[in-house]
């Protein structure tokens, strides 16, 4: 199994809702990231988990909280988003630090 | 921050014509990764370059690291239809595990 699933595929949702994007990953990857792409632009890193523990924090706002559960799943929880947050956000995984990414398929979110 | 640019920003080409994207970074780039994402699609890994001077192929694809290590590049030859996509270069900050994209280049070939 060389996939990361990442759920829902769409998602729309209002300012003060409070949702949560998944990504799973059976490869036995240790280390897992969120991405955030707009439209016609690169993805920007936002977490990096690191053997379940967060390395890095990119400065992303606190309406974004990350969990990761366990070494096969990352979540990211979602709450008093704004508009300009709609975009896709993307899940990956490697092996470690200087390793190849494997993405998942996204969820494009929007925030109305 | 460090700044990794990718000219040019779009390409249109005939199919059979030869592409390439061009990769540079204000720092030194530590290893290189190329992605390619469809439209509608997600980035997917195609190679990493290590070593400076590195030239690496696969099948039509050239990949290049420069000899100082501050750029890159890709080259397609006799590109096809399937080639369709936007082109990223990556620089893997191993020390912070990050991994930061290029602008990227969409390439786009009519047949």
């Known amino acids: 199994d060389t996939e990361v699933t990442q759920t829902p595929k769409h998602l729309v949702m209002g300012m003060t809702n409070k949702k949560s994007l998944k990504c799973e990953q059976h490869m036995g990857h240790r280390a897992m990231y969120w991405y955030k792409q707009k439209a016609k632009k690169p993805p920007e890193l936002m977490f990096v988990y690191s053997y379940e523990k967060l390395s890095i924090n990119e400065s992303v706002p606190s309406r974004f909280s990350p969990e990761c559960p366990n070494s096969s799943l990352l979540n990211l929880h979602l709450h008093a988003l704004q508009p300009e947050d709609s975009a896709l956000y993307l899940c990956?995984?490697?092996?470690?630090?200087?390793?190849?990414?494997?993405f998942g398929s996204g969820t494009q979110l929007s925030v109305l | 921050g460090q700044q990794v640019m990718q000219i040019p920003q779009y390409q249109h080409v005939q199919e059979g014509e030869d592409f390439t994207t061009y990769c540079n970074s204000s720092t030194t780039l530590s290893n290189i990764q190329w992605y390619k994402q469809r439209p509608g699609g997600h980035p997917v890994f195609l190679i990493q370059l290590v070593k400076s001077g590195e030239v690496k192929k696969q099948k039509r694809l050239t990949f290049q690291f420069g000899e100082a290590k501050k750029n890159s590049s890709l080259h397609i030859t006799a590109t096809q239809t399937t080639d369709v996509g936007t082109y990223f270069c990556a620089d893997l900050n191993t020390g912070f595990q990050k991994l930061v994209f290029g602008t990227g280049t969409r390439l786009l070939v009519s047949p």
């Open positions: 990956a995984s490697s092996w470690g630090a200087a390793e190849k990414l494997f």
